[in-house]
């Protein structure tokens, strides 16, 4: 398998990088502080290939932080909020899908 770092990157609008958290595996945005955030807002955008290139080589390397960065899709609103591009991202975004359990 090829390594994201190493794979053709095609960027067709505004994108973010995600991760999930190393700890506990919430879903994070690198942002424009070379830090992570759980908000989407806080999240930095990238608009052609070399720039999503640089923040993702960027990201990878924080391994202790974050664990499987990639790419996203974003759409930005007609008042500058952002929102998840695709619906994997949307499903991410919204949190865990089933309960979890309680411990006793």
Do not use: C
Request: charged share 20%; net charge negative; glycine share 8%.
């Amino acid at each position: 398998m090829t390594s994201p770092l190493q794979q053709k990157i095609k960027i067709t609008g505004p994108s973010v990088v995600t991760a999930n958290r190393t700890w506990d595996g919430v879903v994070i945005y690198r942002d424009d502080r070379n830090g992570w955030s759980t908000a989407l807002a806080d999240a930095a955008i990238v608009r052609n290939a070399d720039e999503a290139r640089a923040l993702l080589t960027e990201s990878a390397a924080d391994d202790v932080g974050a664990i499987g960065p990639y790419i996203a899709p974003v759409a930005l609103t007609a008042n500058g909020a952002i929102e998840p591009g695709n619906l994997r991202e949307q499903i991410r975004s919204a949190g865990v899908t089933i309960d979890l359990p309680v411990p006793a």
